[in-house]
C-alpha cells in the first residue's frame, strides 16, 4: 500500500480522562522465529524475524486488564497442536503468571485477559493464569469452530467467560466500540478480518501518551512503515477476510502519526513501554 501524507489521521482525537495513577506495562514470554519472506511482502528470505510473545498489563483503579496472555507454561504442547506448516523454533521465557508472582502483584486486582483473539500465540500463557476472559460474540464463536481455536478451547476451559458487546460507536474509524471504564483510557474497536471478532486495544495514559495494540492486522512493523500486507499466501491462510484486515491496517496507519502502534508480534513495537516492577505497587486509592 501506498502511504501518502494524505493518508494520516488529521481530525481531533476522541476524549479521554485516564486516572492519575493508571500506568501500563509489557510482560514478555518468549518469541519465536520466522522468516520475513513469510511475514510480510517483500521480505527477504534471509531476514530471520524474532515474533515477540507479549502480554501487556493495563493497570487501572477500577481493575486491572492484561492484553492477551503470551506463552503458557505448556507452550510445548500447544506448538504440538498446531498443523506442521505453522509450527517454528521458539525461545520461552517467565510466563506472565510467573512474573507477576515475581512482583507480588496481588491477582486479585485482575479483571482477566482481553485477548485481541484466540490464535494461540496470543491465548497459550492462560493455562496458568485462572482469571476471567474477555472475549466478544463473534470472536467466541470463531474459537468454538475455527481449526485454530483448538489452543483455545484447551487453555480455556474452567475459566470465566466475560462476554462484552461493542455496542459502542464508531471509534478512529473502526466500526464499533466497547469502553471499558468508561473513561476513555481503555478502549476495544472491532477489527475484524483476521479472525471474525479480533480487535484493537486502545490505550490513553494520564501523560496523554496513547497506544493502538493493534494485534494482527500486521505481523511487524513493516506493515505501518511500508504499508506491507502479509505474502498473498499468509493472507489466504491466515485471515477469514483479506479485505477487511487491509482496512484495518489502513486506519491503523492513519493513527500512527498520534499513536504508537503496536503489532503483537514485532518486538520492537513495545520500545518504551516498561516491564512490569520488581516490586509492584497494590495500593489502589
Known sequence: MVIEQSSFWSSSLPQARPPADMALYRLPTG???????????????????????TAVLVSHPRGDLLIDAGFGENVAAHIKMLARLERAPYEQGETVAQQLAAA????????????????????SGLDSLRVPVWINKDELQYAADDPHGSVFRSVSQGLPIREY??????????????????????????????????????VTLPSGKRYAFIGDLTWQMDGITRGAERPWLMRRLADVDPATVRLG???????????QVVPAHDVR?????????????????
Open 31 to 53: 518469541t519465536y522465529a520466522t522468516r520475513a519472506k513469510f511475514a510480510v511482502t517483500g521480505g527477504s528470505f534471509r531476514d530471520m524475524r524474532h515474533f515477540a510473545a
Open 249 to 259: 491496517l489502513q486506519r491503523s496507519i492513519a493513527l500512527s502519526r498520534a499513536f
Open 165 to 202: 458487546a461493542l455496542t459502542g460507536p464508531e471509534y478512529l474509524g473502526f466500526p464499533a466500540s466497547f469502553d471499558v471504564h468508561g473513561d476513555g483510557s481503555l478502549v476495544v474497536a472491532l477489527a475484524a478480518g483476521h479472525t471474525s471478532g479480533s480487535v484493537v486495544v486502545f
Open 104 to 123: 507480588g502483584y496481588d491477582q486479585s486486582r485482575l479483571l482477566g485477559v482481553l485477548v485481541t483473539h484466540v490464535h494461540w500465540d496470543h491465548v
Open 269 to 285: 513495537a513495545y520500545d518504551g513501554i516498561p516491564l512490569l516492577p520488581r516490586q509492584f505497587a497494590n495500593s489502589v486509592e
